[in-house]
């Protein structure tokens, strides 16, 4: 048996178990390598989606740089056996600019490129990132940087979009009613988790601010929004407003609904928002689901 010398790394890797590369017999040029995925006979049935999950990417959404969890797919037609999921990625990578743009005409962009590359006739793409925005306080104004969660949702099928959906979920203040009211004094309130899944017409361009106004539909119609930075006056108005506009859930979800059933551009939307409740062990909740 060698003796091995265990003053270098490769002793030390054979000490604890490694041994050398066996002399193989397979190609080792990618021209000379068996191509599975490209064998071409009956499948039995043709595949709607398949593709990536939980890829992480730099992404910029609006003036700010931030990580993006996408899932790609691809549809698939009977006569194939798999895709190429390598071409996923240099798809993404044809579009990335110090990040991919989360909007609605790049993610179009990224599955063209995909449906191009991949010759698939459908393809659809999901990501979700921290969306950073300004805020003032309510009465010194002083900036500080806000956020909410956002998901984008969109498909293709040939040279149509079937689907486009944009989720928000933020954080508000909801001070309940019913304390309120049987109480000689104070309210209790509690943190409120607002999500927001808005299906978007196909064909309707959308403003520049059409974020912000389904932001603005969630957090308004709270009894208050959160702030960043808040100074003793803005603190006194925050607690003001928030105990001049209680809020059930049933209420919020149902005001946030006659704000968004107003906008054309939304083609119907599901809401909920789940109260951690400050004086109970559980949490409350309420969705509503609509469509016009």
């Given at each position: ?35 599975l995925q490209s064998t071409n006979k009956n499948f039995l049935f043709d595949i709607e989606e398949v593709g990536i999950k939980n890829l992480v990417y730099p992404v910029k959404i609006d003036d700010y ?228």
């Amino acid at each position: 048996m060698t003796e091995l010398d265990l003053s270098t790394r490769e002793g030390r890797w054979k000490h604890f178990g490694s041994v050398d590369p066996i002399e193989g017999t397979k190609p080792v040029v990618k021209e000379e390598m068996t191509d599975l995925q490209s064998t071409n006979k009956n499948f039995l049935f043709d595949i709607e989606e398949v593709g990536i999950k939980n890829l992480v990417y730099p992404v910029k959404i609006d003036d700010y740089q931030t990580a993006g969890t996408f899932s790609f797919s691809t549809s698939l037609t009977q006569d194939e056996k798999g895709i190429n999921m390598s071409r996923i990625l240099e798809s993404v990578e044809k579009h990335y600019d110090n990040g991919i743009q989360l909007n609605f005409t790049s993610l179009n962009e990224v599955l063209r490129t995909l449906q191009t590359s991949m010759k698939q006739s459908a393809a659809g793409v999901d990501v979700s990132g921290k969306w950073f925005f300004n805020r003032l306080s309510p009465v010194t104004n002083i900036k500080a940087i806000g956020n909410a969660d956002v998901t984008f949702g969109l498909a293709i099928d040939g040279d149509s979009i079937t689907r486009k959906e944009l989720t928000i979920n933020a954080a508000v203040t909801t001070l309940c009613p019913c304390s309120k009211e049987i109480s000689e004094y104070s309210a209790h309130n509690q943190r409120g988790y607002v999500t927001v899944k808005a299906y978007l017409d196909k064909d309707t361009p959308l403003n520049d601010n059409y974020k912000e106004i389904i932001l603005d539909a969630m957090e308004a119609n709270a009894s208050s929004i959160l702030y960043p930075i808040l100074k003793r006056p803005d603190e006194k108005s925050v607690t003001e407003r928030a105990y001049e506009n209680p809020r059930f859930v049933e209420d919020l979800i149902r005001l946030i609904a006659a704000d968004l059933v107003g906008f054309e551009w939304i083609e119907g939307f599901d809401i909920e928002c789940r109260n951690e409740e400050s004086i109970h062990q559980h949490d409350a909740f309420a969705k509503i689901k609509y469509r016009k």
